[in-house]
């Protein structure tokens, strides 16, 4: 039944991209694991020439990994604000039994997650759960309720968004490489039911299934979650977020290289000692030279490489966004905007460290 209604969403989409010219994309050469962060940061940074580049390189040599990673992007850069897109894109995802789009169809899906408005709630919602221990110190005994009881936490209205997030992940069971400790009860099934019934819309519910069968994450569960809350959104303004300098390095944005690729992982690592202001501010917050590292990755994702083009202006996701960019592991929020200050500072060297290291 669900495949049927997939088939016909897919259908519609063929024929829309079939009516529309293909861009004439110049081929680009490059590693596809820097494709994948490519693509990714372009549909983020609405910057469809770029994410076409990268996301046809993907699409020829690694077509399941292609619509994996703009499966995750769905979930974790555009969210559900526009949810006939979020079907579009997983209904023309490989289906069982059918026949995979063509370049046209996914080129055209690429077009219209660039020129979206965006929202990252979802995956803010996962961090916060993580690393804000206002949010944990409630939870520390989930692991020790019955699922009944567990559920209530998704169910119930008293636990905030944050923590219902967190509840939905340690009862699903989706792996977490030991970030958050599951619930021995754990099933996913029954997770899905929750969430279906709280949705009371069959499309977030498949929405729920197909996300999760294409990415293995626990990213399209949130997303459907946070669209139970039943927010009034209305018409949706979006603004761009500050960007720091664009330079080209190796031909590429410089906003390609982050701690997801080996240049920017280099480059992060010689950073810690080589520019002055970070490494005087990394000196006295964390006790080993990987939680420097750790610190330091973490604040240059949010100041370079998170950056939305479209950001919808929703107070509620707004408000949380301003919570993660002041939260993570050694990055306290009393001191977090000092290593931003310091990334500024010492923008144009660590840019000089990058070209060096793709030289």
């Known amino acids: 039944m669900i495949n049927a209604f997939l088939h016909g969403v897919r259908q519609q989409v063929v024929t829309e991209a079939m009516a ?59 969210g559900l604000l526009d949810k006939q897109l979020a079907l579009d894109v997983l209904a023309c995802a ?15 899906l690429i077009g219209r997650l660039c020129d979206a408005p965006k929202t990252q709630v979802a995956n803010n919602l996962l961090h916060l759960g993580l690393y804000d221990l206002g949010e944990a ?7 020790l309720l019955p699922f009944a009881e567990a559920e209530c936490w998704i169910t119930g209205s008293a636990a905030t968004t944050v923590q219902r997030a967190k509840a939905v992940w340690q009862l699903s069971g989706i792996a977490s490489s030991g970030q958050v400790v599951q619930h021995p009860e754990a099933d996913r099934e029954r997770v899905l039911s929750i969430l279906s019934g709280l949705a009371g819309d ?8 197909e996300g999760l069968r294409l990415t293995g994450h626990v990213l399209p569960l949130i997303s459907v979650l946070e669209e139970t809350g039943n927010q ?15 330079e080209r390095i190796g031909g590429l944005p410089s906003w390609t290289l982050d701690q997801y690729t080996w240049p920017g992982k280099s480059a ?7 520019c002055p202001a970070i490494a005087a501010d990394l000196e006295g917050r964390a006790a080993t030279a990987e939680q420097r590292f750790r ?31 002041a939260l993570g592991p050694h990055r306290l929020p009393e001191n977090a ?19 060096d290291i793709w030289r």
Not at 22 to 49: N, W
Not at 202 to 209: G, K
Not at 339 to 355: G, M
């Open 20 to 78: 529309s010219p293909l861009p004439d994309t110049p081929y680009l050469r490059i590693d596809t694991h820097i494709a994948a962060s490519l693509m990714q940061k372009a549909i983020r940074r609405s910057e469809t020439v770029w994410a076409l580049k990268a996301g046809q390189r993907l699409f020829d040599v690694q077509p399941a990994r292609f619509w994996r990673r703009v499966s995750i992007t769905l979930v974790e850069d555009v």
């Open 94 to 108: 490989p289906l069982r039994g059918a026949s995979p789009v063509c370049w046209s169809v996914a080129a055209h």
């Open 137 to 143: 110190e409630p939870m520390v005994d989930f692991d």
């Open 202 to 209: 069959p499309v977030l519910e498949i929405i729920a299934r």
């Open 232 to 246: 009034e959104k209305g018409d949706v303004t979006a603004t761009a977020d500050p960007m720091p300098l664009e």
């Open 268 to 274: 992060l690592r010689r950073a810690r000692t080589e």
């Open 295 to 325: 610190a330091l990755a973490d604040a240059h994702f949010e100041f370079e490489s998170a950056n939305l083009a479209r950001r919808a202006q929703i107070p509620a996701h707004t408000a949380l966004w301003r919570r993660v960019q």
């Open 337 to 355: 905007a000092a290593l931003y200050e310091a990334l500024r500072a010492d923008w144009a060297q660590f840019q000089e460290i990058r070209r």
